[in-house]
T-cell receptor, first 109, second 114 residues
Framework: LAKTTQPISMDSYEGQEVNITCSHNNIATNDYITWYQQFPSQGPRFIIQGYKTKVTNEVASLFIPADRKSSTLSLPRVSLSDTAVYYCLVGDNTDKLIFGTGTRLQVFP | KAGVTQTPRYLIKTRGQQVTLSCSPISGHRSVSWYQQTPGQGLQFLFEYFSETQRNKGNFPGRFSGRQFSNSRSEMNVSTLELGDSALYLC?????????????FGPGTRLTVL
């Protein structure tokens, strides 16, 4: 059963790149890693998903080292609207899905 | 395409009562998952249903149960409510079973137990 930990909070300024790391030491072979963004009073919103190496989409990149014991969500050039809580989710189709503790990102002008 | 809808949005109950929450997934989605969110415990997985079958269940007592209907709509029930059950209950739907696909979350039902 994978257990995930994340930094509680991070601060950044507009235009900077932000990297949020999730630690999942007990990740299983079949586990996937997914990241979600959540704004107050809303449900989480999917950002990106990966299994190994690097995945990139129009909003973020996900870096997963070879041992897969951690993953890093990279947000390029953040804006004020990226202020939110970010969660990593680790699991496979036979395991209980485990959300990380969440990282509160505050972006300043 | 309409998003995931949850009813009711807010609910107040007293200890010992039971409650049923409803979730309508995005049209065509066959997987529905339920989560509990509290300030202290964060987001916790309750269970996932796929094609009317419970595929996966989190570490919650048997007071928490659910079901999925043939149209993929899902309900979760909590019996004998406790104060600690006060939380935001989120429903998420996806095309296929988790975790191989993006989940779309509803706005949640905020349950308050007095």
């Amino acid at each position: 059963l994978a257990k995930t930990t994340q930094p509680i909070s991070m601060d950044s300024y507009e235009g900077q790149e932000v990297n949020i790391t999730c630690s999942h030491n007990n990740i299983a072979t079949n586990d996937y890693i997914t990241w979600y963004q959540q704004f107050p009073s809303q449900g989480p919103r999917f950002i990106i998903q990966g299994y190994k190496t690097k995945v990139t989409n129009e909003v973020a990149s996900l870096f997963i080292p070879a041992d897969r014991k951690s993953s890093t969500l990279s947000l390029p050039r953040v804006s004020l609207s990226d202020t939110a809580v970010y969660y990593c989710l680790v699991g496979d189709n036979t395991d209980k899905l485990i959300f990380g503790t969440g990282t509160r990102l505050q972006v300043f002008p | 395409k309409a998003g995931v809808t949850q009813t009711p949005r807010y609910l107040i109950k007293t200890r010992g009562q039971q409650v049923t929450l409803s979730c309508s997934p995005i049209s065509g989605h066959r997987s529905v998952s339920w989560y509990q969110q509290t300030p202290g415990q964060g987001l916790q997985f309750l269970f996932e249903y796929f094609s009317e079958t419970q595929r996966n269940k989190g570490n919650f007592p048997g007071r928490f149960s659910g079901r999925q209907f043939s149209n993929s709509r899902s309900e979760m029930n909590v019996s004998t409510l406790e104060l600690g059950d006060s939380a935001l209950y989120l429903c998420a739907s996806s095309l296929v079973q988790q975790p191989y696909n993006e989940q779309f979350f509803g706005p949640g039902t905020r349950l308050t137990v007095l």
